[in-house]
């Protein structure tokens, strides 16, 4: 909190809680075509439920729920040469394509029966963390330690931290993130953390994490991650909101990412993009980001700006059309993207100053699945570069997240019991969160 853009932060998150609050799910404006995918997905549902392809006792090996990465021997490698490497090749669909059609039959029984249950319209175009739902749809983890996976490239910040120009600490900073965006297209959904929950761990290389939810509603949470000696210290806050609209979830984690460098108190910022799930009731399933990622120094008046499916705005209906015939495919995946590297002086909040000159000082392009490169030298190949997930700390606070019982009844395969825990927990949140509202009735009062 003694960072020198704290205040800017401060009054970022409170526009942000504000504009949760005002609007909370996170898919935005209806349009009509959503609509009728939202009449298509039901009938599908309909269909394959009369068809007995949803069974309700239909289970799941609960190892699948687990990122592959995080598993004994990590990420299956692709062993041909990279010219055959699929994720390489831009004559695909874009985005990250979820291959276990077992998982997501699953998921798909699950939620009709939870529609069927409650009512579609209960659900329809809400924000899904406002949602109680079943535990048999959940990973054995909370969302506390799933924010770190797309930290998983840590090291980038190590390299940062050494780099003396200020340009090469950006090219450094953006691969970081860049490069841990596939780690985040996970399909089993975490738990959501209780207010006050904390988690605690470590990276391979020694820097040290602490993670807490601060806030209930909305879902808020804050991080501070350390370097190894200190070079650096990674902070900033998450507000999340994920709507769902018959075939599609939007999600988006709201609030800065702040890197602060020890050597000069040089800071770099910059938030996530929004992510948008396709196939969730019916027909492929893939995962996307959307419009852009803009970072800033203000210190040193670089920003860069990456921005996602440049050539093809539409990608969804343009793959749709193609697919039927009538349009031809996309010149590149949406899952490519471009960008530069520019220095431009900034206004008082930090932000590029767009009446003052312009350089650029380096071109960005590649894809969030395989690699990113500055003016056509790779600085991340996702067939070189491995990611480090860290490992849980031994003797945590009583408010880790491994401590909830529902989460360690889940992970022994006790879905009953789990099912059981998560109600109580939910139930005690709710008293709480009555308990403090009426405790500030009675302050204003006062």
Known sequence: EKSSSWQAVSKQKENTMSEIQDNPAAGGPVSQEEEQEDMQALQQLEAQCQSGEFPQDQDVDLASLIPEFLREG???QFEGPESEDPRFSTDRPGGFKTNDPKLIKYQRGIVFHMIKSIGYSLIKHRDLVHISLPVRIFEPRSYLQRLTDA?????????????????????????????????????????????????????????????????????????????????????????????????????????????????????????????????????????????????RCPQHNIHATVLFDAENKGFFKSVGRWLMGKKKPQTRPNDWFTGEIYRQACTAEGAPDTTQPKETLSRINGSWLAFIEFDSRRTWNIREQRPTPPHAIENPLPSDSRNRADLANLAAGRLDEAQSAKEVLENRQRHEAKLRKEHAKRTQKA
Request: charged content about 15%.
């Open 74 to 76: 990590g990420e299956q």
């Open 151 to 295: 930290w998983s490239y840590i090291d980038y910040l190590t390299y940062a931290a050494q780099a003396t120009d200020p340009v090469e600490r950006m090219k450094n900073v953006v691969t970081f993130t860049v490069a841990g965006m596939h780690l985040a297209c996970l399909q089993a959904k975490p738990f959501n953390p209780i207010l006050g929950e904390t988690w605690q761990a470590q990276f391979p290389n020694g820097a040290n994490a602490y993670l807490e939810q601060v806030t209930h509603h909305p879902p808020g949470s804050r991080w501070y991650i350390t370097g190894p000696h200190n070079e650096y210290q990674f902070h900033g806050w998450g507000v999340y909101s994920a709507g769902f609209g018959g075939n599609t979830i939007k999600a988006h984690q709201r609030g800065p990412h702040v890197v602060r460098f020890t050597d000069d108190g040089s800071e770099i910022s910059w938030t996530c993009p929004p992510l948008q799930i396709r196939g969730v009731m019916y027909g492929d399933r893939h995962t996307c980001y959307m419009n852009q990622i803009q970072f």
